[in-house]
């Protein structure tokens, strides 16, 4: 069983920055692959990035490459997505999220491990 607990989450104003982290608790091996998504009323659950558990691997959803960054620190359990450059649009409760995948990609879908979510405001 794997734990995650978000935080980092909160109200900024556009160009911003912004760090969260996800804490990540229980058995992970170097076939999970740990991820980030957001959710509106608007557009639902979308993935924003994702990055293996035991290598260098990362995707990124379209509109925040260049701009968002996600990086783990396997000694401290810790996912990170850090994010710059921030705009209204970006607005929306993150979620980090894992799963196990033996592929090399870094999947987009099908996560079976989920946090709680933080809240993220962006202001224009």
């Known amino acids: 069983q794997v734990q995650l607990v978000e935080s980092g989450g909160g109200l900024v104003q556009a160009g911003d920055s912004l760090r969260l982290s996800c804490e990540v608790s229980?058995?992970?091996?170097?076939?999970?692959?740990m991820g980030w998504f957001r959710q509106t009323p608007e557009k639902g659950r979308e993935f924003v990035a994702g990055?293996?558990?035991?290598?260098?691997?990362?995707t990124y959803e379209d509109s925040v490459k260049g701009r968002f960054t996600i990086s783990r620190d396997n000694a401290k359990n810790t996912v990170y997505l850090q994010m710059i450059s921030l705009k209204p649009e970006d607005t929306a409760v993150y979620y980090c999220?894992?799963?196990?995948?033996?592929?090399?990609?870094?999947?987009?879908?099908?996560?079976?491990?989920w946090g709680q979510g933080t809240r993220v405001t962006v202001s224009s």
């Open positions: 999220a894992a799963r196990v995948s033996r592929s090399l990609a870094v999947p987009t879908t099908g996560y079976d491990y």
């Open positions: 990055i293996r558990w035991g290598a260098l691997t990362t």
């Open positions: 229980g058995r992970i091996f170097s076939t999970y692959v």
